[in-house]
């Protein structure tokens, strides 16, 4: 499976983005993490293919909603409200088929593929 990921840029504090994923074959369920300068690849929101079950991370409740498009296999991320500290790079990831349990979606060690990074910068 190979993940094509794109959106991202530059905006200003307050300000939305949309980042999209779009995965070439089969997965149950996408992942939005994502690396600030000098620190851990973090978990930001996940959603699963088959009812559609969504997890965030408390940092972005509220602020970002993740979205599935099933007829093109894409997943999307939109930002609202964005703050500095949302400066990063975004990268999504899949699952394999098996159909995962909600507390474990924002473990990225079970995230089989990932796509490339982009960079999502939010100025003051």
């Known amino acids: 499976v190979q993940l094509q990921a794109s959106g991202g840029g530059l905006v200003q504090a307050g300000g939305s983005l949309r980042l999209s994923c779009a995965a070439s074959g089969r997965t149950s369920a996408m992942g939005w993490f994502r690396q600030a300068p000098g620190k851990e690849r973090e978990f930001v929101a996940a959603?699963?293919?088959?009812?559609?079950?969504?997890v965030y991370a408390d940092s972005v409740k509220g602020r970002f909603t993740t979205s599935k498009d099933k007829s093109k296999n894409t997943v999307h991320l939109h930002m609202n409200s964005l703050k500095p500290e949302d400066t990063a790079v975004y990268f999504c990831?899949?699952?394999?088929?098996?159909?995962?349990?909600?507390?474990?979606?924002?473990?990225?060690?079970?995230?089989?593929?990932w796509g490339q990074g982009t960079q999502v910068t939010v100025s003051s």
């Open positions: 959603v699963r293919w088959s009812d559609g079950s969504t």
């Open positions: 990831a899949a699952r394999g088929r098996n159909s995962p349990i909600i507390s474990s979606m924002p473990n990225q060690d079970e995230y089989a593929y």
